[in-house]
């Protein structure tokens, strides 16, 4: 079960992270948002201190951005994945598939956001299967926002899940809900992207919170 802690800005933050046994990072780049990295200061720090992620994958968060900005970013950042999380079309995929493969950028996967509420989930995940490593299953906002909600969907809804695509859980996930999270036994449960319930302001993250829930989940 691997553990992606989204939502990273501040590099003391960081580097208290970096202790645990998370297996991904995340760094959004979504101008709406609050978590949003502040560029020029935190890609410097991660370029000084990359010695220290040790293994863990670095996942960049993209909402409708052009594909240079995402290039760019991948080698500043030094991303292993590119999560879209926008409406970001089949062309736009395909196309994004193209240029990563050929620049020296390259170097990193796809990741598509859904939402946990998608009836025709598994066509879209037949229709990204050729460019996306992963699924992120979240929930949809109301307002039609991109970005975590905190909110949980119904997570049954997986048991109807038969794509051919592994996914990562997201969505309100919390400290409380381990032992649910280990009672779904599903195949293609690649791991959880926690966020927003572990917190104690936007974009920092409680270690202490972190470590129980990771030592817990990793048992």
């Given at each position: 079960?691997k553990?992606?802690?989204?939502?990273?800005?501040?590099p003391?933050n960081?580097?208290?992270?970096?202790?645990?046994s998370?297996?991904?990072?995340?760094f959004?780049?979504?101008?709406?948002?609050?978590?949003?990295?502040n560029?020029?200061e935190l890609?410097?720090?991660?370029?000084?201190?990359?010695?220290?992620f040790?293994?863990?994958?670095r996942v960049?968060?993209?909402?409708?951005?052009?594909?240079e900005?995402i290039l760019?970013a991948?080698?500043?950042?030094g991303?292993?994945?590119?999560?879209?999380?926008?409406?970001?079309?089949?062309?736009?995929?395909?196309?994004?598939?193209?240029?990563?493969s050929?620049?020296?950028?390259g170097?990193?996967?796809?990741i598509?956001?859904?939402s946990?509420?998608?009836?025709?989930?598994n066509?879209?995940a037949?229709?990204?299967?050729?460019y996306?490593?992963?699924l992120?299953?979240?929930?949809?906002?109301?307002?039609g926002s991109?970005?975590?909600?905190?909110?949980?969907f119904?997570?049954?809804i997986?048991d109807?899940y038969r794509?051919?695509?592994p996914?990562?859980?997201?969505?309100?996930?919390?400290p409380?809900?381990?032992?649910t999270?280990?009672?779904?036994?599903?195949p293609?449960?690649?791991g959880v992207?926690?966020?927003?319930?572990?917190?104690?302001a936007?974009?920092i993250?409680?270690p202490?919170?972190?470590?129980?829930?990771i030592e817990?989940?990793?048992?």
């Amino acid at each position: 079960m691997k553990v992606k802690v989204c939502g990273l800005k501040n590099p003391e933050n960081i580097d208290q992270l970096l202790n645990l046994s998370i297996d991904w990072v995340g760094f959004i780049f979504y101008e709406k948002s609050l978590r949003k990295v502040n560029y020029e200061e935190l890609s410097k720090w991660i370029t000084d201190h990359s010695n220290k992620f040790n293994g863990k994958k670095r996942v960049g968060v993209f909402v409708n951005h052009p594909m240079e900005f995402i290039l760019n970013a991948s080698g500043d950042f030094g991303l292993d994945y590119a999560q879209l999380h926008g409406d970001e079309s089949l062309d736009y995929l395909r196309e994004l598939t193209v240029y990563k493969s050929v620049l020296a950028t390259g170097g990193f996967e796809l990741i598509k956001a859904v939402s946990g509420t998608q009836k025709d989930l598994n066509v879209l995940a037949e229709q990204y299967a050729p460019y996306c490593k992963y699924l992120l299953i979240d929930t949809k906002t109301a307002d039609g926002s991109f970005g975590g909600t905190g909110v949980k969907f119904d997570w049954k809804i997986l048991d109807d899940y038969r794509g051919p695509i592994p996914f990562f859980l997201s969505g309100g996930i919390g400290p409380m809900d381990v032992e649910t999270i280990l009672k779904i036994n599903h195949p293609l449960l690649a791991g959880v992207d926690l966020n927003s319930q572990f917190e104690t302001a936007k974009g920092i993250k409680d270690p202490q919170l972190l470590k129980g829930f990771i030592e817990k989940i990793k048992d």
